[in-house]
């Protein structure tokens, strides 16, 4: 009778064992529970979906209520939070490699970074990196849309149109980018952006239609010159000691969930585009393309300054066709 219940117990805990051994996943972002206007939420709801098929709970935290970048970012690495969305910055405090992914010009849209990040394996370089500082980097959800050139003070329309303009730079890379296009930029951060285009601290920033809507800044800007200077991705990131507890069939709805994350993504960032084009038109922005050939001055001004940010040997990696 006794080894008839220990087998009957082991029979139970085989059958149960993982649904009671992984414990809903704490997510967390900075942006907001939208599914039509948020790119972050979007994945993080595929994500959760696919979790949700084998019994598994999230919770999720958004809009900065677990801390901005940098706290998020800590207490993934500490294992505080299981699953993060982050931007770039948080991606470059842990892995160098990855500014190579964020150069300006080098990947034109969504397609051509996954097809580049696929063939040249470099998650792997990436997630070397990143481990050891606890993180795990799984996938790259995109903002939807392609970089352009937002502003204030007037329409441009060709390279010398951004000379001495005062534009807003996210970090250092992009404040030599845009150096080389002569401009006078000046790095201001994400949350401090609206004031600065408001004093005229900056008259404009490069960004996506998507990012412009999201963050309610519409009404403070007057002219969008599309570049197609590449996407915009956003970095969800693991706390590795936390994927790496997970057995091997909870990892494996982890990698299903992420994969389904990003597909939803993907189709959101396709579908949305001409809608955040109407709404930035009808806010009132003027749209002025470059003209014949301007494009390519961009191009050749930025990739001037590429090897001043990023190593020659990590560009090459990513794409060989670049040079």
Do not use: C
């Amino acid at each position: 009778m006794k080894k008839m219940l220990m087998a009957a117990t082991v029979s139970l805990m085989a059958l149960t064992g993982s649904a009671y051994a992984m414990d809903p996943v704490v997510i967390a972002f900075a942006g907001n529970e939208d599914l039509k206007n948020d790119a972050e939420f979007v994945f993080i709801n595929g994500f959760a979906e696919s979790l949700a098929k084998h019994g598994v709970e999230v919770e999720i935290h958004p809009a900065d209520s677990m801390g901005k970048e940098s706290d998020r970012l800590d207490q993934t690495s500490q294992g505080l939070i299981a699953v993060n969305v982050g931007n770039g910055g948080s991606l470059f405090k842990v892995s160098d490699t990855a500014r190579g992914l964020f150069l300006l010009f080098l990947m034109s849209d969504e397609a051509d970074f996954d097809k580049n990040v696929d063939q040249s394996g470099i998650m792997a370089k990436i997630n070397e990196e990143a481990a050891s500082h606890g993180v795990r980097i799984a996938g790259f959800p995109m903002r939807g849309g392609t970089l352009g050139l937002f502003n204030n003070e007037k329409p441009v329309t060709k390279l010398e149109d951004v000379k001495d303009m005062r534009l807003r730079a996210q970090n250092g890379d992009q404040l030599k980018f845009f150096e080389a296009w002569g401009a006078r930029p000046t790095v201001v951060s994400w949350a401090e952006t609206p004031n600065a285009l408001q004093t005229g601290v900056a008259v404009g920033h490069l960004n996506p239609p998507s990012t412009v809507v999201a963050a309610g800044q519409v009404d403070l800007l007057k002219y969008f010159t599309p570049m197609d200077a590449g996407p915009v991705p956003k970095v969800t990131m693991f706390s590795d000691d936390w994927y790496q507890s997970l057995s091997d069939e909870e990892k494996g709805w982890v990698d299903q969930a992420t994969a389904d994350g990003i597909a939803a993504n993907r189709a959101w960032a396709k579908e949305q585009t001409a809608y955040f084009e109407k709404v930035i038109i009808d806010g009132g922005i003027q749209i002025t393309p470059l003209e014949e050939g301007e494009r390519e001055k961009f191009v050749e001004a930025t990739k001037a300054v590429w090897a001043q940010t990023v190593p020659q040997e990590t560009i090459d990696l990513i794409k060989p066709s670049s040079n």
